[in-house]
């Protein structure tokens, strides 16, 4: 059975400074996306890993997936006011079912 | 295009009654799926379908039931409301291996 556990679940940063978070999954997958969510909105979609090693930037956020170690990470340069947001990792269950389970989510409070 | 909508956007039930939740997706999508969202829980799976007609269970279809009679839509059934079902409701929609595009939600209360 598909798990994904996602690291850290609240992370509260300074602006200017970096960080990564991280998504973790227990089986094999060949697709792993990356979403944010603003409070009281709904889910928008950043990024898609679909191969290992593969490595997709937008502005200051930047994706990898290394499905070896079944492990993504979601890396945040220079942080800025307008990243602050609960970001998701979901991963696709390869069992043929096509369907996705998703990380509990990182809330990200950007601090000026 | 309007993407994925769903309706209604709130709605406040008491114990036992039921209702249903609409998903309408425009972008000719094969699946369907229906998440429910819990404060720290992410989004988990009710039901799924990948294609008109089809639907299959995810990871809490306990007290739900869905129907997909026509491919743009993707119905969502409360049987018998209990309060353990209040939570942020959301219809997604994807092609195979393309990201999913998410409605706006739905905001049930049971009280």
């Known amino acids: 059975e598909l798990k994904v556990e996602q690291n850290p679940l609240f992370l509260s940063m300074q602006e200017g400074k970096n960080y990564t978070i991280y998504c973790n999954y227990s089986?094999?997958?060949?697709?792993l996306y990356w979403y944010r969510q603003d409070p009281g909105k709904s889910l928008e979609s950043l990024f898609v890993?679909?191969?290992?090693?593969a490595v997709k930037q937008e502005g200051r956020l930047m994706a990898s997936l290394d499905t070896k170690a079944r492990l993504s990470t979601l890396h945040i340069t220079a942080a800025v006011h307008d990243l602050s947001a609960t970001y998701f990792c979901a991963v696709g269950d390869t069992s043929g079912t096509y369907k996705y389970i998703f990380g509990t989510g990182t809330r990200l409070k950007v601090l000026a | 295009n309007a993407g994925v909508t769903q309706t209604p956007k709130f709605r406040v039930l008491k114990t036992g009654q039921s209702m249903t939740l609409l998903c309408a997706q425009d972008?000719?999508?094969?699946?369907m799926y229906w998440y429910r969202q819990d404060p720290g829980m992410g989004l988990r799976l009710i039901h799924y379908s990948v294609g008109e007609g089809t639907t299959a269970k995810g990871e809490v279809p306990d007290g739900y039931n869905v129907s997909r009679l026509k491919k743009q839509n993707f119905l969502l059934g409360l049987e018998s409301a209990a309060p353990s079902q209040t939570s942020v409701y959301f219809c997604a929609s994807s092609d195979q291996r393309a990201p999913q595009h998410f409605g706006d939600g739905t905001r049930l209360s049971i009280l």
């Open positions: 890993l679909l191969s290992n090693g």
């Open positions: 972008m000719n999508h094969e699946y």
């Open positions: 089986t094999t997958s060949d697709r």
